[in-house]
T-cell receptor, first 114, second 113 residues
Framework: KAGVTQTPRYLIKTRGQQVTLSCSPI?????VSWYQQTPGQGLQFLFE???????NKGNFPGRFSGRQFSNSRSEMNVSTLELGDSALYLC?????????????FGPGTRLTVL | AQTVTQSQPEMSVQEAETVTLSCTYD???????LFWYKQPPSRQMILVIR??????QNATENRFSVNFQKAAKSFSLKISDSQLGDAAMYFC??????????FGQGTRLTINP
């Protein structure tokens, strides 16, 4: 079974631009979570989707948004990019059923904002 | 608010020796899950071990085991017979609500041959 895939793996943008990152979960997984990883702030939860509904949201500004499609693939969008948005963005998928809450992580998308 | 603290930014151990990574957490929930994740230089986050808070027995996965002290809110990871492939960043995490993981700051583990 294929793992979690994220595209693109690397991205360079300039301040003020917007960016869309994509995540394809493991087949059968309906939960997709997004995390931002930076040297200063560590790993921080962005949001989580389950069956196309956002169930949980972290403490990030409204410039960060996401969505999930009927095939469970998810996208996150960051508008009006700032230098501080440079980070590794990790996506994780899971079944999230009774007794099975393990999250499987993708390789991440490295975003650099210049 | 739930928090996770890893007080050891870096640790090193000789190959084949045992090392323990520390983690403390804070939560007001009575039912929760704790995890240790490993992130090698390739960046792919991998689950090492999981502990359900309602279970008193400490989880074990081959060379990896935990010491879960619920009253003290402590969740340490012991790696026995350390191998070069164990070198990585290790993150302690608390599952809060619907698939929201709260991570500690991580411990960088170096294995000396």
């Amino acid at each position: 079974k294929a793992g979690v895939t994220q595209t693109p793996r690397y991205l360079i943008k300039t301040r003020g631009q917007q960016v869309t990152l994509s995540c394809s979960p493991i087949s059968g997984h309906r939960s997709v979570s997004w995390y931002q990883q930076t040297p200063g702030q560590g790993l921080q939860f962005l949001f989580e989707y389950f069956s196309e509904t956002q169930r949980n949201k972290g403490n990030f500004p409204g410039r960060f948004s996401g969505r999930q499609f009927s095939n469970s693939r998810s996208e996150m969008n960051v508008s009006t990019l700032e230098l501080g948005d440079s980070a590794l963005y990790l996506c994780a998928s899971g079944l999230d059923t009774q007794g099975d809450n393990e999250q499987f992580f993708g390789p991440g998308t490295r975003l650099t904002v210049l | 608010a739930q928090t996770v603290t890893q007080s050891q930014p870096e640790m090193s151990v000789q190959e084949a020796e045992t090392v323990t990574l520390s983690c403390t957490y804070d939560t007001s929930e009575s039912d929760y899950y704790l995890f240790w994740y490993k992130q090698p230089p390739s960046r792919q986050m991998i689950l090492v071990i999981r502990q359900e808070a309602y279970k008193q027995q400490n989880a074990t996965e081959n060379r990896f085991s935990v010491n879960f002290q619920k009253a003290a809110k402590s969740f340490s990871l012991k790696i026995s017979d350390s191998q070069l492939g164990d070198a990585a960043m290790y993150f302690c995490a608390l599952l809060q609500g619907a698939q929201k993981l709260v991570f500690g700051q991580g411990t960088r583990l170096t294995i000396n041959p």
